[in-house]
């Protein structure tokens, strides 16, 4: 079986000259291609994907599967903390302590309303403050001092748990 993934397709406009080429050019390679197509996109059903003739024909050859955030947990099985724990792997600081991240996952999802890319710009931005500062680790004070995207910030309120004490 054969896949063929294409990301950002929330950019192709069909009412554009080049859209309209480039949306002609994915419905004949999904004709001649013996593969299943997938596109991933944000918030598709917005756009000007599927509007006009070509982007109905865009549409007549595709399935909608809706994704929401990543889940804390899925029954018995935490797919966020493992997502963490993949990306506290490929970390390389010399003094970070391997579990740090996991174990602030419960945070971790609440601080980036469970958003991939929030995560993964949150742990990046950590890990280059750790190198800078020298500390080479990343602790929840390191996480709590990064800002993140408009949507994260929006998302997250702290609670009284996570309030700085008054002074």
Same mark, same amino acid.
């Given at each position: 079986?054969?896949?063929? @993934? ?14 309209? $080429? ?38 007549? #050859? ?11 947990? @899925? ?24 579990? /740090? ?6 945070? @971790? ?15 990046? $931005? ?5 190198? /800078? ?6 602790? #929840?004070?390191? @996480?709590?001092?990064? #800002? ?20």
């Amino acid at each position: 079986m054969r896949l063929v @993934l294409i990301d950002e397709i929330h950019r192709l406009n069909p009412c554009t000259t080049t859209g309209a $080429q480039s949306t002609d050019l994915l419905k004949d390679l999904t004709e001649r291609i013996g593969a299943t197509f997938m596109y991933a996109g944000i918030d598709v059903t917005s756009t000007a994907l599927f509007s006009g003739v070509r982007g109905a024909q865009l549409a007549g #050859r595709a399935s909608l599967v809706e994704c929401g955030v990543f889940p804390a947990r @899925l029954g018995t099985s935490e797919p966020f903390k493992d997502l963490v724990t993949g990306m506290e792997r490929a970390l390389d600081l010399r003094r970070h302590r391997p579990g /740090t991240l996991p174990g602030l996952a419960s945070y @971790l999802h609440e601080r980036t309303a469970g958003r991939i890319g929030s995560l993964a710009r949150l742990i990046r $931005q950590a890990a280059i403050t750790a190198l /800078t500062e020298g500390t080479e680790r990343i602790t #929840r004070t390191t @996480l709590a001092g990064i #800002r993140l995207d408009h949507l994260a910030e929006q998302h997250h309120r702290p609670t009284s748990r996570h309030k700085a004490p008054a002074r």
